[in-house]
């Protein structure tokens, strides 16, 4: 534990293989994103409205970070100096908080603008 808290294990820049927990752990994570990326690209297809922009947006999430994290994890195993540095696993999931933050705001937004084409709808209703 106390690896996890040093300056030292983070930024090394030739830090050796993932420990066989780890590594599964992240091949797991590769799976169950991509299970998720199935999933949300089928909802995206299959659900039009107003959801189908989230979908789309939670689709493309899971596909890029499948992506990313197939060559964190090739870059790991083949323990290729600078890129297989543990800094780009925080460099990784502090993007996937950022992009997940603005497709959760996106996700507020669809109460309004359904309350909205609703009373744009009503108002119509009256004009000749």
Do not use: C, D
Request: avoid cysteine.
């Amino acid at each position: 534990m106390s690896n996890l808290l040093s300056l030292k294990f983070w930024l090394a820049s030739r830090p050796g293989a993932l420990l066989p927990v780890y590594h599964n752990a992240l091949i797991a994570f590769i799976v169950f994103l991509t299970i998720a990326a199935l999933v949300f690209s089928f909802l995206g297809r299959t659900k039009g409205g107003a959801y189908n922009k989230i979908w789309r947006g939670l689709s493309g999430f899971s596909l890029s970070n499948i992506i990313i994290g197939l060559l964190l994890l090739f870059f790991t195993y083949e323990m290729i100096p600078v890129l297989s540095s543990r800094f780009w696993f925080i460099v990784w999931g502090a993007e996937m908080a950022i992009w997940l933050f603005f497709i959760a705001r996106a996700a507020q937004e669809i109460p309004k603008r359904k309350k909205r084409a609703e009373e744009e709808k009503q108002f119509k209703k009256y004009l000749p």
